[in-house]
T-cell receptor
């Protein structure tokens, strides 16, 4: 079964501390993983995808197929990083389209 | 704002009434998705359109739910005979086939409360 697990509902850190939001997935095919973020009163938006191997707002995420994980990391958290973070797995269908399967989300709270 | 827009943003209805939500995707996006999100959960896939064709429906979409995209542009999601369990945020999203990484863009959602 295709599944995304985010074990922490809430992660609370102080400004400047390192952050790691955990994500594990279950998928028999070749996975495509994403992190979406939702800031207060804003829509869900893409933060980064594993195929881009980029750093957005200081965040990075590495796909570890052996551990089936895609943890989101940032070395020094900022207060503006406080938001809801969702890990998502893209599943591809024979018609060439895809849909996203989301985890339950982790709320990151960065305190001054 | 040229993003995905949804209407209404909030709807309170009595159990047993019908409700309809509208979604206007980003212009020229041929793929359109509906998701449902309940408190404490991530969005759950409901259905997918490619242009005007509805290509997939989740088992979450009971017979009381119907979605249309008549001209391959805007879409509607209707819930008939609403139940309290239908209370949720209904999210619409769109993407453009062939764009970089098939990025899916979400609307702000329509909150439904069934009383």
């Amino acid at each position: 079964a295709q599944r995304v697990t985010q074990p922490e509902k809430l992660l609370s850190v102080f400004k400047g501390a390192p952050v790691e939001l955990k994500c594990n997935y279950s998928y028999s095919g070749s996975p495509e993983l994403f992190w979406y973020v939702q800031y207060s009163r804003q829509r869900l938006q893409l933060l980064l995808r594993h195929i881009s191997r980029e750093s957005i707002k200081g965040f990075t995420a590495d796909l570890n197929k052996g551990e089936t994980s895609f943890h989101l990391k940032k070395p020094f958290a900022q207060e503006e990083d406080s938001a809801m973070y969702y890990c998502a797995l893209s599943t591809m269908f024979s018609g060439g389209y895809n849909k996203l399967i989301f985890g339950a989300g982790t709320r990151l709270a960065v305190h001054p | 704002d040229t993003g995905v827009s949804q209407d209404p943003r909030h709807k309170i209805t009595k159990r047993g009434q019908n409700v309809t939500f509208r979604c206007d995707p980003i212009s020229e996006h041929n793929r359109l998705y509906w998701y449902r999100q309940t408190l404490g959960q991530g969005p759950e896939f409901l259905t997918y359109f490619q242009n005007e064709a509805q290509l997939e429906k989740s088992r979450l979409l009971s017979d009381r739910f119907s979605a249309e995209r008549p001209k391959g542009s805007f879409s509607t999601l209707e819930i008939q005979r609403t139940e309290q369990g239908d209370s949720a945020m209904y999210l619409c999203a769109s993407s453009l086939e062939g764009n970089s990484g098939n990025t899916i863009y979400f609307g702000e959602g329509s909150w439904l409360t069934v009383v």
